[in-house]
């Protein structure tokens, strides 16, 4: 976005936002992008800050989907800035010191509650292309936080606008001096004026080209767009389904006669903000829920891979463990014939007692006759206390591969990208754990997660889990006993919970429930699917497992037809 079209898109935001709303709360988004949850009088409103292209600048959407992570600056955000109000909105250059820098200054004013203390904190969003960078700063322009890495500005540090030249402005100079600019070579027009970015500096010579390549009507046309820029039209340029550039003013050169079919729409919008929405919800936000996926599903199915050759191994390990009778066999063997076996044996001859075969057993020539029967002896100890443990591996990998293939399932059939995740082990969340308490004061105030429920009817609520923290969530946070748990029987689904506000749960409610929990399963498309239920009380998580993985008990089952 050049710097005319964010100086619009602010004017129009500072507008909007006039009534200083207060901070909600702030949390991530996908990428180098965060939000704050904004209370204005219209209600919630989620202003989004992104650095990422194509959609890189900020903007105000009714809804924003929360990704369930939880950054350093969001954490700082939601420490230092809940209810406190957003309190000026501003571009941190000024124009008459020839400052044109795309870098976006918000001022928010915290009043202690207590005592009515003030204490004032700003976000610098400089949308600067590649080394675009936000800071959370404190009254004295203190750096506390920001998101990347790539610029000069260090946490601790003052803040300072990025280096740049000392621009003319467009809006005080008279023609004769835009002449003067406008008489250099066209490359060093974006470093003497201001607000001439390369797209515009090529629209100038889109134009010109019919009525001469003069200095005067450089800047006559130049006039010519600033003029444009004042009108409520925004045009939005797109390219098989890519967004080509957003405006203030019409980008005729797009339409440049090529060899190449040009395949350009335009679509005008009345503000730069409901441009910035249309290219989130239509352009950027579908393409990066289907990269997401893949690349969340390529993962899991690593994971899974890696799961199905452990098991492999372990029964491997337990077809060589149950033969643990042949060493005891072996050892006594070896006792009953001590007489026959000299010093230095490496094997010998014997009659099986079993099979009434004569069998040949390998002896270590370095020991007594007595320490091989031991060795035989300890191997069928070993192998005994072997079946047991492998059994138990193989049930916990086989339980681990059930809960990986439902996460794979979740991923490929999640709509939204907060459905979207990949839940850490144990021990990585336990790390995480201490590392957010060690990072957090007493009096961090971090967002909860919230899920609302999918329906509700006849007094019932159903909620249905997305992804693995989301059943855990419902399951074991929401479910309370009594509430009814579903799950389609042995196959990757959503945990579904029931509960019942009022009155006691029918058996029409419970079809809901298993219906919900069929269509949210791996057998959605099948005719008939058995869905098991159970009051929540008898859901448990595995110990060691991952998010969402259960056992249960006292279950019944119910055959839902589908359509």
């Given at each position: 976005m050049d710097y005319i079209t964010l100086k619009k898109h602010?004017?129009?935001?500072?507008?909007?936002?006039?009534s200083r709303p207060i901070v909600v709360r702030a949390y991530d988004r996908s990428g180098r992008s965060i939000f704050l949850r904004l209370k204005t009088d219209e209600g919630i409103k989620d202003l989004c800050i992104s650095l990422d292209f194509p959609n890189q600048g900020l903007w105000l959407s009714n809804h924003c989907d929360e990704v369930e992570k939880n950054s350093l600056i969001v954490r700082s955000l939601n420490r230092l800035l809940i209810n406190s109000r957003l309190f000026n909105l501003e571009l941190a250059g000024k124009e008459e010191e020839g400052q044109f820098d795309r870098v976006v200054k918000l001022h928010f004013v915290h009043i202690d509650e207590y005592f009515g203390n003030r204490s004032d904190f700003y976000i610098f969003c400089e949308f600067t292309g590649r080394i675009s960078d936000v800071f959370f700063c404190d009254g004295e322009f203190k750096i506390l936080d920001r998101i990347s890495r790539t610029s000069n500005n260090l946490v601790g540090n003052l803040y300072r606008l990025p280096d740049s030249y000392k621009l003319m402005s467009p809006y005080s100079s008279d023609k004769e001096q835009q002449k003067t600019v406008f008489a250099a070579p066209s490359e060093e027009w974006v470093n003497k004026i201001g607000a001439v970015s390369p797209i515009m500096t090529r629209e100038i010579l889109f134009r010109s080209s019919n009525i001469g390549d003069t200095p005067e009507n450089y800047s006559d046309i130049f006039r010519e767009i600033l003029d444009e820029c004042l009108s409520n039209t925004v045009y939005l340029y797109k390219k098989?389904?890519?967004?080509?550039?957003i405006s203030v003013f019409e980008l005729k050169h797009l339409f440049e006669q090529k060899t190449e079919p040009l395949n350009i729409e335009l679509i005008h919008f009345k503000s730069v903000n409901e441009a910035m929405n249309y290219v989130e919800q239509e352009l950027v936000g579908p393409k990066r829920l289907v990269q997401e996926k893949k690349r969340i599903v390529a993962q899991l199915n690593r994971s899974l891979k890696q799961k199905k050759e452990l098991l492999d191994e372990q029964f491997k390990l337990k077809t060589k463990y149950e033969n643990s009778d042949k060493y005891q066999n072996l050892g006594n063997l070896i006792i009953a014939n001590l007489y026959r076996i000299k010093p230095g044996t490496?094997?010998?001859?014997?009659?099986?007692?079993?099979s009434g075969e004569t069998i040949n057993i390998e002896l270590d020539p370095s020991k007594t006759a007595a320490a091989n029967a031991k060795k035989f002896f300890n191997l069928h100890k070993k192998s005994k206390r072997g079946v047991i443990e492998v059994e138990k591996r193989i049930q916990s990998l086989q339980s681990d591969i059930k809960w990986l293939e439902e996460q794979i399932w979740l991923a490929e059939n999640a709509e939204i990208e907060t459905w979207l995740q990949i839940e850490e082990n144990t021990k990585t969340k336990r790390i995480e754990k201490n590392k957010e308490k060690n990072t957090n004061n007493k009096n961090s105030k971090n967002p909860k997660q919230v899920i609302k429920a999918t329906l509700e009817e006849n007094c019932c609520k159903y909620y249905v889990g997305h992804n693995a923290r989301q059943n855990d969530h419902i399951t074991f946070k929401i479910g309370k006993?009594?509430?009814?748990?579903?799950h389609a029987n042995d196959v990757p689904g959503a945990h579904v919970i029931l509960k019942k506000i009022e009155g006691n749960i029918t058996e029409e409610d419970i079809s809901v429930g298993a219906r919900l929990a069929a269509i949210n399963s791996f057998a959605k498309n099948s005719s008939k699917v058995p869905v098991d239920y159970t009051d929540v009380s008898n859901v448990k998580r595995i110990p060691n497992g991952g998010a969402g993985q259960v056992s249960y008990t006292n279950q019944h089952t119910i055959m839902v037809v589908l359509p």
């Open positions: 602010i004017l129009d935001l500072s507008s909007v936002l006039k098989e389904n890519k967004l080509q550039a490496v094997h010998f001859e014997a009659e099986d007692w079993n006993k009594g509430d009814i748990w579903f």
